[in-house]
């Protein structure tokens, strides 16, 4: 079983569309949790952390279930800028040690 | 712009050849971590560097090592290449105290490896 499992997608929504992407982590020690977004041949860059309470930047907003080490991320009225892979992070218990999920591959269409 | 660089951008390889790959970090970030990306993957982790000391290790057979410099730069390092070892190998510079991670890495672009 892979540490941080993510669904591959990918997800096509129309512009103005809501859709949500989920993450499931193995090590219920880890210590902290993000998600990144990765465009098409370029680095991966910080979207934003995930708080235990929930957190909101705009017109995303993250979630974390310790208990079922469960992370997600919804995306409301998506635009086409928001096309990109997004990836689940989950650090180690030392909290130094970055773990990546495979992605999830969003394409937002006209 | 991350202000973490690397070299070189592409490169080509046969097997069993050696490559050196370098990164300056962001400037005033003490700490490096090395990620391995294969095509539609996520990073995996290679090594992290924290003052010229490896401070964490993933599942990487040792041909893969590395280096830090006193300016905090770094080199990886792979011997005896293999085909599977074709990928985009990701830098990343962070701040952070030994033994606690900010969680914020800021990547360079990435050298892409072809093993021929």
């Known amino acids: 079983r892979k540490e941080v499992e993510q669904d591959p997608g990918p997800f096509n929504v129309p512009e103005g569309a809501t859709v949500a992407f989920n993450c499931t982590y193995s090590?219920?020690?880890?210590?902290?949790f993000f998600w990144y977004r990765q465009d098409c041949r370029k680095e991966p860059k910080l979207l934003m952390s995930v708080y235990s309470s929930g957190n909101e930047d705009g017109r995303f907003t993250a979630q974390l279930n310790r208990a079922s080490q469960y992370i997600s991320l919804l995306i409301r009225d998506s635009k086409l800028s928001d096309s990109a892979t997004y990836l689940c992070v989950v650090t180690n218990n030392a909290g130094n040690m970055l773990t990546f999920g495979g992605g999830t591959r969003l394409m937002v269409k006209p | 712009e991350t202000g973490v660089t690397q070299s070189p951008t592409h490169l080509i390889k046969t097997r069993g050849q050696q490559v050196t790959l370098r990164c300056s970090s962001q400037s005033g970030h003490n700490t490096v971590s090395w990620y391995q990306q294969a095509l539609g993957q996520g990073p995996q982790f290679i090594f992290q560097?924290?003052?010229?000391?490896?401070?964490g290790r993933g599942n990487f057979p040792p041909r893969f090592s590395g280096l830090q410099f006193p300016n905090y730069s770094s080199e990886l390092n792979v011997n005896a290449l293999e085909l599977d070892d074709s990928a985009l190998y990701l830098c990343?510079?962070?701040?952070?105290?030994?033994?606690?991670?900010?969680?914020?890495?800021?990547f360079g672009e990435g050298s892409r490896l072809t093993v021929l």
């Open positions: 090590n219920s020690a880890s210590q902290s």
């Open positions: 990343a510079s962070s701040d952070a105290l030994r033994g606690r991670g900010t969680g914020e890495l800021f």
């Open positions: 560097y924290y003052r010229e000391e490896e401070n």
